[in-house]
C-alpha cells in the first residue's frame, strides 16, 4: 500500500517540477534566452543546433541541416545516434521528454565534456521547447521511429512505431510562440552567418541551410576550419604569406586552435574567440594568452635571427598590425563574465593557451622562414611608424598655428600678417625660386618653391598624394584647415563645407600662385596642383583664391627698346611695332631664365602681372577631367594638358 502511495507522489512530484520549469522560463524569457525580440528569437535556433553540434562533435554525426519554413518554423536535424527514448529510472518517462521538459537536463544525457555554463547558451533545449508554440521531436534509433508533440512545452503521449529506415538522427520541429516574441519573422543572414561560423569551427562538419521563405539553399562544410576561416575573412584582402599559419594542441582537457595570417595594406587587428563554439566577443583568458605568446614567439624569432636588434622589442600593437586570427577553444566548464557575458573567466586558460600558441607559433615561424620574415617586416615597419608617430605628436604639441616644422626653411615668408593681403608663390624648381625670393615684395609675397619629383606622383591615387611630402608642405603653408574633402569616394561634395567667411580666416594668404614654367614639365606640375585642390580643397578654387601666373613666353629687344610677350599673336604684334630687322628674340624656357629683376617685371609685380584666376563653375565637366588625369592614358591627358585653359579666365589683377 504504502509501496503504490509511495511511486504515485513521484509521478506528481516529477511533473509539477517538469511544469514549474516551463512556467519559470516562459515567466521570465528573457532571462533564458536574453531577449524577447530578434536577438531572442534567433538563438532559439542556435540552441537547438548547438546540440546537434554537440552530437557531431563526439563524433557521432556529419551533417545537420536547418530549414526555416514559410510560416517561419523552423526544423533542426541531424544524423546522429538519435536522443534516447528509453525510460528515465527517476521520472519514469522517455529520457527524450525529460530532456525537452526539464530545465538543464540536457547535460546529463550527453557526452560531450565541453558543456557550456553561464552564457546564454546552453540554457538548453527545453528552453527552446517552453518558448514555442508547439515541438515535435522525431527520433529515429534502433529500428524505432519515436514521435512526439508538445504544446507550449507540455508534452502530448509519445508514439513509438517500428521502421525500416536503417539511418539514425533526431529531428525537431518548432514554433516560437507569439505570446513570447515580439519579432517571429527569422533574418536569412543572421542565421546563415552563424551556421556558416559554426562549420568553419567544426571542420569537416556538413550545415545544411534551407530558407523555404526565399527558396536559398546553401551548404556548407570546411575541412580546413579555422584556417579556412582566415583565408574567408582575408579572401579580399592581399595575404602576407599563404596558407594561414595553423597551431593545434590540447592540455589539461583544454582544446585550443588557432589560425592566424597577416594581410598587406591592412592596419587593424581582427581577431575572432571563441570557447565551445560561443564567440566571444569581449575576449577573456584565451585571447589573453594568445597575444601575449604570439608577441613573444615573434620576438624570440626574430632576435634569435639577426631581424632586430637584441635590445630592441616589438610590441604587441605591431606584431598585431594587420592581423586576422581566429582562436577555437574548447574549456570544460567556462565561466563567462562582462557586460554582455562574452568573456571567457577561467584564469587557468591563459596559461594554456599561452603555452600552446607560443610553443606553435615558434615552430611555424622555425619552419616557415618566408611568411616569417614577412611578418617580422610587417611588425617592425609598423613598430617604426608608431616610433614616428609619436615623435610628430610630441612636434604637434609644440607646434604653433604654421607648422614650421614641416617648413624646414623653404618657405620665404612674408612680413605682412593681414592674410588678405598676402600672396603665396608656389615656384617650379630651385633655381626659379631663388628668383623669385630675390624680386619679389616681401611684404606681402611669400616663395615656396617646388621639386620637380612631385611630377611623380602624377599617376599615384589621390588619397596617396596625400602623404606626399611636397603636397604636406603646400598644405602647412596655405593653412591645413582650408582641406576638406579627405575622401576620394566624395565625389559628390560630401566633404564638409564651411562658408566664405570661415575658408578664409582659415587661409594664410588669400592669393595662392602657381608659378610654372610655359612647358610639358610646368604645365604637369599645374595640372597636378589643379586636380589637389579640386578634390581636397575645392572651396578654394570656388571661391576664386587660387591663380596662374603668366610668365612671358618671348623678350624682344631693338636698340635699348625692350618688350616682352606672353602669346605668339602678341609676338607678332611687338614684332611690327619695333620692326622685324634688327630685332633680337629671347625665348623664354624656363623661369630660371629670368632674373630677379625680370621676373618681378613680368609677373610678379601687381602692376604690370597678369594672372590667372582658376574657376570651377563645372564641376562635373572638372570631374571628367579628373578621371582622364588619373588615368593612365597618355593621349587623353595630353588633350586636357592642351585644353586647361578651359577651366581658367584671363583676369587683369
Ligand atoms: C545523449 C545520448 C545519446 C544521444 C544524444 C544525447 C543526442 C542528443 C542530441 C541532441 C540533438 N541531436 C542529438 N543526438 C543525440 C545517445 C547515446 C547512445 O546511443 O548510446
Redo the contacts with the bound molecule.
Keep these: 500500500m504504502v509501496k503504490v502511495k509511495d511511486k504515485a507522489n513521484e509521478y506528481d512530484a516529477s511533473k509539477i517540477k517538469v511544469l514549474g520549469g516551463i512556467e519559470a522560463v516562459r515567466k521570465r524569457p528573457a532571462m533564458y534566452i536574453g531577449s524577447t525580440g530578434k536577438g531572442g528569437l534567433h538563438h532559439l535556433v542556435y540552441e537547438v543546433v548547438d546540440?546537434?553540434v554537440?552530437?557531431a562533435l563526439a563524433g557521432?554525426?556529419d551533417t545537420v541541416e536547418v530549414i526555416i519554413h514559410k510560416d517561419n518554423t523552423v526544423t533542426v536535424s541531424?544524423n546522429?545516434?538519435?536522443?534516447?527514448f528509453d525510460i528515465h529510472k527517476d521520472t519514469k518517462r522517455p529520457a527524450v521528454e525529460v530532456v525537452l521538459t526539464t530545465l538543464h537536463a540536457g547535460g546529463k544525457?550527453?557526452?560531450s565534456v565541453y558543456k557550456v555554463s553561464g552564457g546564454l547558451h546552453g540554457v538548453g533545449?527545453s528552453c527552446v521547447n517552453a518558448l514555442s508554440e508547439w515541438m515535435y521531436a522525431e527520433i529515429t534509433?534502433e529500428g524505432k521511429l519515436y514521435t512526439q508533440r508538445y504544446d507550449r512545452g507540455k508534452p502530448a503521449k509519445e508514439k513509438i512505431v517500428k521502421t525500416s529506415d536503417k539511418t539514425t538522427g533526431?529531428k525537431?520541429y518548432f514554433k516560437p510562440d507569439k505570446q513570447i516574441f515580439t519579432e517571429t519573422v527569422f533574418d536569412s543572414h543572421i542565421i546563415k552567418h552563424r551556421l556558416q561560423e559554426l562549420a568553419f569551427l567544426n571542420k569537416g562538419l556538413r550545415i545544411k541551410f534551407n530558407d523555404e521563405r526565399e527558396k536559398v539553399t546553401e551548404e556548407f562544410k570546411y575541412d580546413g576550419g579555422v584556417v579556412a576561416y582566415v583565408a574567408h575573412l582575408n579572401e579580399k584582402k592581399d595575404a602576407l604569406y599563404k596558407p594561414p599559419a595553423h597551431i593545434q594542441s590540447e592540455k589539461e582537457n583544454v582544446f585550443v586552435e588557432v589560425s592566424i595570417q597577416h594581410a598587406r595594406e591592412y592596419y587593424d587587428e581582427n581577431i575572432l574567440s571563441f570557447v565551445n563554439c560561443i564567440r566571444t566577443k569581449e575576449g577573456g583568458t584565451h585571447v589573453a594568452g594568445f597575444r601575449t605568446a604570439l608577441t613573444r614567439a615573434v620576438n624570440n624569432y626574430a632576435k634569435k635571427n639577426k631581424l632586430i636588434k637584441d635590445n630592441e622589442n616589438l610590441m604587441g600593437d605591431d606584431v598585431r598590425e594587420g592581423i586576422v586570427a581566429v582562436i577555437n577553444s574548447r574549456v570544460p566548464s567556462p565561466q563567462f563574465e562582462g557586460q554582455t557575458k562574452t568573456k571567457l573567466g577561467n584564469g587557468e586558460v591563459k596559461g594554456i593557451v599561452d603555452s600552446i600558441v607560443m610553443e606553435g607559433m615558434s615552430t611555424y615561424l622555425d619552419k616557415n622562414p618566408a611568411s616569417a620574415k614577412a611578418i617580422v617586416e610587417k611588425a617592425n615597419l609598423a613598430y617604426r611608424v608608431r616610433q614616428a608617430a609619436r615623435k610628430a605628436q610630441e612636434l604637434e604639441r609644440k607646434k604653433s598655428a604654421l607648422d614650421t616644422a614641416l617648413l624646414p626653411g623653404k618657405l620665404a615668408d612674408c612680413s605682412e600678417t593681414n592674410a588678405a593681403k598676402c600672396e603665396l608663390f608656389l615656384v617650379e624648381g630651385d633655381s626659379a625660386g631663388g628668383s623669385a625670393k630675390q624680386g619679389r615684395d616681401r611684404k606681402f609675397q611669400a616663395i615656396l618653391p617646388l621639386k620637380g619629383k612631385i611630377l611623380n606622383v602624377e599617376k599615384a591615387r589621390l588619397d596617396k598624394i596625400l602623404a606626399n611630402n611636397e603636397i604636406r608642405t603646400i598644405i602647412t603653408a596655405i593653412g591645413p584647415g582650408v582641406i576638406t574633402g579627405l575622401k576620394v569616394e566624395s565625389r559628390d561634395g560630401e566633404g564638409e563645407e564651411m562658408d566664405t567667411e570661415e575658408l578664409l580666416k582659415k587661409l594664410n594668404y588669400h592669393k595662392v600662385v602657381l608659378m610654372t614654367d610655359a612647358d610639358v614639365d610646368g604645365a604637369h606640375i599645374r595640372t597636378l596642383l589643379l586636380t589637389f585642390f579640386y578634390r581636397y580643397a575645392r572651396q578654394l578654387v570656388e571661391n576664386g583664391n587660387v591663380y596662374i601666373a603668366q610668365p612671358p613666353l618671348y623678350l624682344v629687344k631693338k636698340g635699348k627698346a625692350q618688350q616682352y610677350a606672353y602669346s605668339e599673336a602678341e609676338l607678332e604684334k611687338v614684332l611690327k611695332k619695333l620692326g622685324r630687322d634688327g630685332s633680337h628674340i629671347q625665348r623664354y624656357k624656363g623661369l630660371g631664365e629670368m632674373n630677379p629683376e625680370q621676373l618681378w617685371d613680368t609677373t610678379m609685380n601687381p602692376l604690370t602681372r597678369t594672372l590667372l584666376q582658376v574657376t570651377l563653375d563645372d564641376a562635373e565637366g572638372a570631374d571628367e577631367i579628373f578621371n582622364i588625369l588619373m588615368g593612365s592614358d597618355v593621349e587623353p591627358r595630353r588633350n586636357f594638358i592642351e585644353q586647361n585653359a578651359n577651366l581658367v579666365r584671363r583676369l587683369d589683377v
Design positions: 546540440n546537434s554537440d552530437e557521432h554525426c541531424d546522429g545516434r538519435g536522443i534516447p544525457f550527453g557526452d533545449v534509433r533526431t525537431i
